[in-house]
């Protein structure tokens, strides 16, 4: 049974902070994946890894960085968090295919940055 | 930039009946759709999927459609239950680049007993 475990259920952070949220995945996938979800605007992607150490920007990377240094962790950095970044984020893994491409979410992160 | 867009963004329906939500996609290099089902509180989980080189897929009481050739995709529910009652996501991927997947902004399926 695949596990994606976040490092937070809710976080709560003054603006301007440095904030970590840190995504664990036990199945070995290649793929890992950051989003934010907002009433309205569905699931953005914001960066995606499908290898240790490499990254591609997503939709929306404007004010995070990310970092693969392990396999089986990927973490989303927000270098100065800002009010506009109070969000449910969302980490996903999956293998690189071509017998299943499924995402398997973790809980989410409630980000409040005050 | 690659964008997936949802309709409608809220669906009501009597328990029993058939239910669609339809899905554009604007990336002709995208070669896997998935959907995706959320419960209140929960997280997504995968409901059905479908690749490009098919153009109808089944299962159970529900069936995903695809016409590459108009780059829309829709999601059927027939015979409706309450406990269908979440909020559905299309996406759209391509397995070349990372596997880069874009999702549509959310139907929120009310399911009335």
């Known amino acids: 049974d695949v596990k994606v475990t976040q490092s937070s259920r809710y976080l709560v952070k003054r603006t301007g902070e440095k904030v970590f949220l840190e995504c664990v995945q036990d199945?070995?996938?290649?793929?890992m994946f950051w989003y934010r979800q907002d009433p309205g605007l569905g699931l953005r992607l914001i960066y995606f890894s499908y290898d240790v150490k490499m990254k591609e920007k997503g939709d929306i990377p404007e004010g995070y960085s990310v970092s693969r240094e392990k396999k089986e962790r990927f973490s989303l950095i927000l270098e100065s968090a800002s009010t506009n970044q109070t969000s449910m984020y969302l980490c996903?893994?999956?293998?690189?295919?071509?017998?299943?491409?499924?995402?398997?979410f973790g809980p989410g992160t409630r980000l409040t940055v005050t | 930039g690659e964008n997936v867009e949802q309709h409608p963004s809220t669906l009501s329906v009597q328990e029993g009946d058939s239910a669609v939500i339809k899905c554009t996609y604007s990336d002709s290099a995208s070669n896997y759709f998935p959907w995706y089902k959320q419960e209140l509180g929960k997280r997504p989980q995968l409901i059905i999927d479908i690749r490009s080189n098919v153009g109808e897929k089944k299962d159970q009481r529900i069936a995903v459609t695809l016409n590459k050739t108009a780059k829309h995709f829709s999601l059927h529910i027939t015979e409706t239950q309450p406990e269908d009652s979440a909020v559905y996501f299309c996406?759209?991927?391509?397995?070349?680049?990372?596997?880069?997947?874009?999702f549509g902004a959310g139907t929120r399926l009310f399911v009335k007993a």
């Open positions: 996406a759209a991927a391509s397995h070349t680049g990372g596997f880069k997947t874009i």
């Open positions: 996903a893994s999956s293998l690189p295919g071509p017998t299943t491409y499924e995402q398997y």
């Open positions: 199945m070995d996938h290649e793929n």
